[in-house]
């Protein structure tokens, strides 16, 4: 597993696929552990992520680092990656057809990982990996069962910076998702939060 991939990862790092690759400082191809039974997919790095080579390392990153320690659970446990692998300039969307190019090294990751639960952060990977007309507001915190993994999307911590509002939404899918990975997972990730710390 390992071996499989450093080898991907080593592939993936020299991938001139699509244009996203001229612009490009580093190939953010992911972090955490990779045999964790969860996945987290985001859209695509950021400038402070483009600069340091890791996925959720800005502002959004901490962010998302807050809503999960609120519910116990810690980014060295889970793996964490994007739809695409390269910068988009200005942090512009995507383009259809660099999501397609880039989506064949998220299927290998799937495939070597075996997840039994992905999270999607915000519309865009939401609309890759569960269906093109997710809607985050109407459909987020929402379990469904793809390919035998169970899939949820939510709101995107870049999101929830410009539109506080919809924090608390987002902290209660996350509740949901502890005890899913609580009733699903043979490993437990989760922290317990309400013990008191030893003296
Ligand atoms: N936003 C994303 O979708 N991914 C990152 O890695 C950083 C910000």
Same mark, same amino acid.
């Given at each position: 597993?390992?071996?499989?991939?450093?080898?991907?990862?080593?592939?993936?790092?020299?991938?001139?696929?699509?244009?996203?690759?001229?612009?490009?400082?580093?190939?953010?191809?992911?972090?955490?552990?990779?045999?964790?039974?969860?996945?987290?997919?985001?859209?695509?790095?950021?400038?402070?992520? @483009?600069?340091?080579?890791?996925?959720?390392? *800005?502002?959004?990153?901490?962010?998302? $680092?807050?809503? &999960?320690? +609120?519910?116990?659970?810690?980014?060295?446990?889970?793996?964490?990656?994007?739809?695409?692998?390269?910068?988009?300039?200005?942090?512009?969307?995507?383009?259809?057809?660099?999501?397609?190019?880039?989506?064949?090294?998220?299927?290998?990751?799937?495939?070597?990982?075996?997840?039994?639960?992905?999270?999607?952060?915000?519309?865009?990977?939401?609309?890759?990996?569960?269906?093109? @007309?997710?809607?985050?507001?109407?459909?987020? *915190?929402?379990?469904?069962?793809?390919? $035998?993994?169970? &899939?949820? +999307?939510?709101?995107?911590?870049?999101?929830?910076?410009?539109?506080?509002?919809?924090?608390?939404?987002?902290?209660?899918?996350?509740?949901?998702?502890?005890?899913?990975?609580?009733?699903?997972?043979?490993?437990?990730?989760?922290?317990?939060?309400?013990?008191?710390?030893?003296?």
């Amino acid at each position: 597993m390992n071996d499989k991939w450093s080898d991907l990862e080593n592939e993936c790092k020299g991938c001139l696929s699509c244009q996203l690759c001229q612009t490009r400082h580093s190939v953010v191809f992911g972090m955490g552990r990779t045999d964790s039974e969860v996945l987290f997919v985001g859209e695509g790095p950021g400038q402070t992520e @483009d600069e340091t080579g890791l996925p959720f390392v *800005g502002r959004a990153g901490q962010l998302l $680092d807050k809503i &999960m320690s +609120g519910v116990g659970m810690y980014r060295k446990d889970i793996y964490i990656t994007n739809i695409v692998k390269c910068r988009p300039p200005q942090n512009r969307d995507p383009r259809p057809e660099e999501q397609q190019q880039c989506m064949k090294w998220l299927d290998r990751q799937i495939e070597i990982m075996h997840p039994r639960i992905i999270v999607c952060l915000g519309r865009i990977s939401a609309q890759v990996l569960i269906k093109p @007309d997710f809607r985050v507001t109407k459909e987020h *915190g929402v379990f469904i069962k793809k390919d $035998d993994i169970l &899939m949820m +999307g939510t709101f995107h911590p870049s999101a929830l910076l410009r539109n506080p509002g919809n924090r608390p939404l987002c902290f209660e899918d996350f509740r949901l998702l502890r005890d899913k990975i609580n009733e699903l997972c043979t490993r437990s990730i989760i922290a317990d939060i309400t013990a008191q710390p030893e003296n």
